[in-house]
C-alpha cells in the first residue's frame, strides 16, 4: 500500500426517514478524468441485499433487533419508511446502528399513505411479499425507474398464495395489493432465477401454514434463507437433479429478534475493485466485504482475466461470509462468460463490460437477457455507453461481444446515468484511465446504493468532479 490511510464514509448525519424521495434528488452531472494510481484501504458501505432483508426480518420477528453496518442508502432508508409507515418501530442510532422493534410475522399495521420505494426494486418486491399476509390494502408506487419495471412476477406467485392485486398496465407500479389472513401455502418453480422473487415468496410462506417450497432453476443469492435461518426460522435447501434448488420454508414460525452484522456490499466494492484493476499502478485493500458463494461470480471472472485480486482473512458475519479484498493494477485479458454465471454476478455486469473494455481480445457475456429490467435497460445502456465511448461493442441475442481495446479505450463522451446507479459508477471508473474524460448527466442515484462513492473513489486517488 502506497498510502494507509483509512477512507471512512461520512454518514454521521442520522438519515431521516422517507428518504426513497432522496434518489429523485435533483441532476447532479460529473465528470471523471485520469486518476492517480489508486492507493489504501476502503471501507465500503453495507450490502444492499442484507440491508433490506436485516430491516424486514427484524420488523418480522418478535423483540429487538441490533443491526451493525446497515447501509444508509437512499433504497435501504426508502425500506425503512415504508417499515414506519406498516407501524414498525425503528430507530437510527449512529452510523449504520440501527434498533427494529419487531411485531411479529402478521403484526404490521395498514399504511395509512400510498408507499413512495423510490428506486428501490428489491425494497418493493419484498415487502409485496410481506403485504400478502396482511388483510389490508398496501399501495405501492416510486421514481420513473421503479414505475418501469415489471411486477408481474412477484404478483403472480403471491396472486396464488390469496393476494388479490391491482396494477398498472403490464403489472407495473402504481400498485394495490390486498392481502389475506387465510394465505396458502405453495410450491412455485421460479421462470427465472430471482432472489427478489424468491424472497417475496418466501416472506409470504410466513404467514402461511404449512410448507412453502420454491424450485429455482439455478441458484440464487441466498441472503433470505441466511437470514430466516438467523432469526430462528426452519428452511430447508435441496440440490434439484436439474441443476437448481428447492427451498422448503415451515410457516407461521415465531421469529426471534437477533442481532446482525452486515459486510460491505460486493456490488459497491465492484467499482474500486474495477478501477484499481484499469488505473495503473494501483493498489487497494477492500476492507470486509461480503463474498457469498452466489454472489461473488465477479471475482471467478477477474481471476480468469488475469486481474490481481486475493482474498484475505475470511471470516463470517452473522450466517454471511466476508473477507478483505487487495486488488492491484494488472493486464486484462478478454473473458468468455457464461450463462450459467450470471445469477451470482447480475449487478456486476456493467462494469465488468468496462474491464473487458480495456482487455486484450474479444469478450462475449453470454445470457442477459435479465439485465433489460433492472434500474435501466442495462443491456442497452452498456452497448450504447461503450459505443460512445469508442469501443467496439456488439449484441449477439442476449449476449454483448466487447472487442477490448487491450488498454485505454478512447472515453471522451457524455454518458446518460439512466436514473441507473450501478450504469453511472461503471463509466465514471471507465473514464479513470480512459484517453478522454466521461461525464455522466447525473451522478445523484448513485447515492441508493453507495453514498459517499465520489469521495470514496478521489480519497483512493480518483479525480471525479462536478461539472
Ligand atoms: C436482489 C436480487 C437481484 C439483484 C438486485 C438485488 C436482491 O434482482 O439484481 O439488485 O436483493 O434479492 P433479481 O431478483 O431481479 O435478479
Known sequence: MKKSEQIILDQSSAPEIGAGERAAASANPLVSATAAALAGEAVLPGDKSISHRALMFGALAVGETHIHGLLEGGDVLATAGALREYGVELDCQGPGKWRVWGVGVGGFAEPARVLDLGNAGTAVRLLMGIAAGHAFTSYFSGDDSLLSRPMKRVAEPLRRMGAKITARSACRLPLALTGSNDLL?????????????????LLAGLAAPGET???????????????????????????EASGGRRITLAGQPELRAADLSVPADISSAAFPLGAALIVPGSNVLLKNVGINPLRSGLLDCVAEMGGKVELLEARELSGEPAADIAVSASELRAID??????????????????????????????GLGELRHKESDRFA???????????????????????????????????????????????????????????????????????????????????????
Do not use: W
Not at 348 to 361: Q, S, T, V
Open 185 to 201: 401455502p405453495i410450491e412455485y418453480t421460479l421462470p427465472v432465477a430471482s432472489a427478489q422473487v424468491k424472497s417475496a415468496v
Open 381 to 467: 445502456a452498456i452497448v450504447e455507453g461503450l459505443t460512445a465511448c469508442g469501443v467496439r461493442v456488439a449484441a449477439d441475442g442476449d449476449d454483448i461481444l466487447i472487442d477490448g481495446a487491450g488498454g485505454p479505450p478512447p472515453g471522451g463522451a457524455q454518458i446518460e446515468s439512466r436514473l441507473d446507479h450501478r450504469i453511472a459508477m461503471a463509466f465514471l471508473v471507465l473514464g479513470m484511465a480512459s484517453q478522454g474524460s466521461i461525464t455522466i448527466d447525473d451522478g445523484a442515484p448513485i447515492a441508493t446504493s453507495f453514498p459517499g462513492f465520489v469521495e470514496l473513489m478521489n480519497n483512493l486517488g480518483g479525480n471525479i468532479n462536478n461539472v
Open 337 to 366: 462468460v457464461p450463462a450459467a454465471r450470471v445469477p451470482s454476478m447480475i449487478d456486476e455486469y456493467p462494469i465488468l463490460a468496462i474491464l473487458a473494455a480495456y482487455a486484450h481480445g474479444e469478450s462475449r457475456l453470454r
Open 213 to 239: 417450497s420454491i424450485i429455482e432453476p439455478a441458484p440464487s443469492r441466498d441472503h433470505s434463507e441466511r437470514m430466516l435461518r438467523h432469526f430462528g426460522a426452519d428452511v430447508r435447501v435441496e440440490e
